[in-house]
């Protein structure tokens, strides 16, 4: 079965290092987003690809970058990790851009920056 | 731009109680609309979409209907369980591409 796997699903680092959220999806979907969830916020998009060597910022994108060599990985890369970047991260996927599709979401990863 | 109002939680109830949990958006042109469930610990699980005016989405007993004179998605359930315990979150998909756009989460819980 297709699937979207976020690795690793638990992370603690210290304050200023670089730390890399990993994305992997089988599903062959051009579409990839992350997003952080924080208690009284719900979801915020962080950074979204449309496909291979695209990447867009979305509404919280200070201090977290993404690159997109292939279809099926987005990797999440936190420059120099702060405590206002202690979450949830949660990746996910969808086929193309019309209104139709549905997104499909990874695990998640609970970040701690300490 | 784009937005999704929810009400706030956390919901309480008891079994078998009857469940709304009110979904209001501002978009331009005409999203579709997405109800997801997160579970403890789990990730979100589309629970019912609609794509169109008047449409009605359902699923394990959850209905919304897609009502754009009010600009509302309201999620609705007869008689919840304690399983149904869980965070609901409202989203659209609108003129802005692919992305989906979340309201702020509704935690509901159902004592037995």
């Known amino acids: 079965d297709a699937e979207i796997t976020q690795s690793p699903r638990h992370k603690i680092t210290e304050t200023g290092r670089q730390v890399t959220l990993a994305c992997h999806q089988t599903?062959?979907?051009?579409?990839m987003f992350w997003y952080r969830q924080d208690l009284g916020h719900g979801l915020r998009l962080i950074h979204y690809s449309y496909g291979v060597q695209d990447t867009n910022k979305g509404e919280v994108s200070d201090g977290y970058s993404v690159s997109r060599s292939n279809t099926e990985d987005l990797p999440l890369t936190l420059e120099s990790a702060a405590s206002s970047q202690t979450s949830v991260y949660f990746c996910a996927s969808s086929d193309t851009t019309g209104l139709r599709t549905e997104a499909f979401f990874g695990q998640g990863t609970r970040l701690t920056v300490v | 731009g784009d937005s999704v109002t929810q009400m706030e939680g956390p919901v309480t109830l008891s079994e078998e109680a009857f469940l709304t949990i009110n979904c209001t958006y501002t978009?331009?042109?005409?999203?579709?609309l997405f109800w997801y469930v997160q579970y403890p610990g789990e990730g979100l699980q589309l629970l019912l979409k609609a794509t169109k005016a008047d449409d009605k989405g359902s699923n394990k007993g959850f209905e919304a209907t897609y009502r754009k004179e009010t600009t509302s998605f309201h999620l609705e359930k007869g008689s919840v369980q304690v399983s149904d315990s869980a965070v609901y979150f409202c989203a659209l998909r609108g003129n802005q591409g692919g992305k989906l756009i979340f309201g702020q989460g509704t935690e509901l819980s159902v004592k037995p």
């Open positions: 978009a331009t042109g005409y999203p579709s």
């Open positions: 599903w062959n979907h051009n579409n």
